[in-house]
Structure formats: C-alpha cells, structure tokens
C-alpha cells in the first residue's frame, strides 16, 4: 500500500509502514532508534526531541513507583487514631526500611555516585511523616554532590 492508501485504510498498526530515524536520549544523550509511521501527519524533529532511552526510562518509571509507594506509606500515618500509632509506625518502618534503601541505590545509579542507606532517614519520615519529601530531595542531592577521589593526589575526575 502506498501513503495514500494507508492512510484511507490503515486499521491497525500492522497495516502501518515504518522509517527509522536517529536521535539522541533527551536525558543522557545517548543514539537511540525511533520508527515513525510514515503516515505520521506531527513534526518528526518535535517527536525525535522526546525521546529517552531504555534505561533512561526505566529509571524514571522506577523512581515515580518508589517516590508513590513511600508517599502512600507516610501520609496514612498522618490521621491515625492514637490507639493505633505505634503498631502503625511499625509496619511503616519495616516497609520504609525495604524502599529507602532503594531509592538510595536509585539515586546511587541515576547519578553514578554511592549513598549509602542510613537507618536515620526512616526515622525522620517517621517522626515527621508529611517531610518524607525532604528526606528523599536529601537523598537525591547526596547523590548528586561530587564525590571525593578515592585515590588521593590523583585530581577528582567525574562522570558524566
Ligand atoms: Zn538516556
């Protein structure tokens, strides 16, 4: 079929045509592959500037489940009735102690850097449960900060 046809009669994406076109992750930068329909009536470049690589998305997927996961856990601790607090905090420690240690290896790969889980973290959502933002933003610029060079007189060297 050629364009016109397709277009007239393109049902399901199996009757579609492809091009492949090169682009860069918008994140790292790396070449990625993007097919397009080539009955695609947007602008191409618009497009191609969208696109993130696999493991670019995977992260962000990754840290949009965890940050919801540690958000449900610290805002239903916010309106319990007093009676229930302590077994409540329980169990939001023994689940925040699995996913926090997460989000630092998250921040960790995200940033190539190394932020090691600390028990106090959980402790401050504990005490103030409607902070845990803070707490994972502290994280997050850990990981960020250029880390020292591990072997000493040779000058820091970063990595992108
Ligand atoms: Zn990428």
């Known amino acids: 079929m050629n364009i016109e046809e397709q277009k007239k009669h393109?049902?399901?994406y199996a009757d579609l045509t492809y091009h492949t076109?090169?682009?860069?992750?918008?994140f790292c930068g790396k070449p990625v592959k993007l097919q397009i329909a080539d009955i695609y009536p947007g602008n191409e470049q618009e497009l191609s500037g969208l696109r993130t690589c696999d493991s670019c998305s995977d992260l962000r997927v990754e840290r949009r489940n965890l940050d919801e996961?540690?958000?449900?856990?610290?805002?239903?601790?916010?309106?319990?009735?007093?009676?229930?607090?302590?077994?409540?905090?329980?169990?939001?420690?023994?689940?925040l102690n699995v996913l926090v240690p997460r989000w630092c290896a998250l921040a960790s790969r995200w940033h190539k850097a190394e932020v090691a889980f600390d028990?106090?973290?959980?402790?401050?959502?504990?005490?103030?449960?409607?902070?845990y933002g803070d707490v994972l933003?502290?994280?997050?610029?850990?990981?960020?900060k250029p880390r020292p060079s591990p072997q000493p007189?040779?000058?820091?060297?970063?990595t992108p």
């Open 137 to 144: 933003g502290r994280i997050w610029s850990m990981a960020k």
């Open 69 to 95: 996961k540690i958000r449900h856990i610290c805002l239903n601790l916010r309106m319990l009735p007093r009676a229930e607090i302590k077994e409540a905090k329980e169990d939001a420690a023994r689940r």
């Open 119 to 131: 028990e106090s973290m959980v402790e401050s959502m504990l005490k103030e449960p409607m902070k």
């Open 21 to 26: 076109i090169e682009t860069k992750c918008k």
């Open 153 to 158: 007189g040779l000058p820091y060297k970063d």
């Open 10 to 12: 393109a049902r399901t």
